[in-house]
């Protein structure tokens, strides 16, 4: 039982948009900065947005992030097949002094 | 280019021991946290514990799970960074990555933001009989 709620899977067409949930509370996402991250089939993690709404270096501006209150949301716009992952938001929780994980939600590009 | 390179996953019986390495290159390494995250075959990602930098006296913490059983420590000389497994179980079987920690808003121990960028290609460990 992850921290952070996310629905394990979604599914879109390509080149419509899509958007990922994150539930948490006052403690974690209600408080704190979410991150979120992607992970290709076979590969490591990759940061794909940080401190709420913020790409990095290099990811593509199809990705956005926003946050209200307790829940934190992941936009992918212009899907394409290569968008197919699972995707993880994570934020620091005050109350267990530690980052907290969701449990992923597994991206279907159809 | 920044670089995190994982070494020493292996096959291990339970109670057995097992250390990992993490060898890092592009970057100033002494100025970082260092993270250890875990994925066991099929599930999601777990936070196993960090290592602050010199400022911040190289204090670790750890989560519950792997408490007093996991040790991590590093050497910015060599800018390497360590995970010492001991006691083994099989839920420990996973897939470990080392993370650079960028931090913002930390004051006593809590931070306001707190992502790892880059991540490791990942150790795969097997505690199995």
């Known amino acids: 039982q992850s921290v952070l709620t996310q629905p394990p899977s979604v599914s879109e067409a390509p080149r419509q948009r899509v958007t990922i949930s994150c539930s948490g509370s006052?403690?974690?996402?209600?408080?704190?900065?979410v991150n979120w991250y992607q992970q290709l089939p076979g590969k490591a993690p990759k940061l794909l947005i940080y401190?709420?709404?913020l790409l990095p270096s290099g990811v593509s501006d199809r990705f956005s992030g926003s946050k209200s209150g307790t829940s934190a949301s992941l936009a992918i716009s212009g899907l394409q097949s290569e968008d197919e992952a699972d995707y993880y938001c994570?934020?620091?929780?005050?109350?267990?002094?530690?980052?907290?994980f969701g449990g992923g939600t597994k991206l279907t590009v159809l | 280019e920044v670089q995190l390179v994982e070494s020493g996953g292996g096959l291990v019986q339970p109670g057995g021991s097992l250390r990992l390495s993490c060898a890092a290159s592009g970057f100033t390494f002494s100025d970082h946290y260092m993270d250890w995250v875990r994925q066991a075959p099929g599930k999601g990602l777990e936070w196993v514990g960090r290592t602050r930098n010199k400022a911040n006296s190289y204090t670790t913490e750890y989560a519950a799970s792997v408490k007093g059983r996991f040790t991590i420590s590093r050497d910015d000389s060599k800018n390497s960074l360590y995970l010492q497994m001991n006691s083994l179980k099989t839920e420990d079987t996973a897939v470990y990555y080392c993370?650079?920690?960028?931090?913002?808003?930390?004051?006593?121990?809590?931070?306001?933001?707190?992502?790892?960028?880059?991540w490791g290609q990942g150790t795969l460990v097997t505690v199995s009989s």
């Open positions: 993370a650079r920690a960028s931090t913002a808003g930390c004051s006593g121990g809590s931070c306001y933001s707190y992502w790892f960028d880059p």
């Open positions: 006052s403690s974690n996402i209600g408080n704190n900065a």
């Open positions: 994570a934020a620091w929780d005050d109350s267990l002094n530690v980052v907290v």
């Open positions: 401190y709420d709404d």
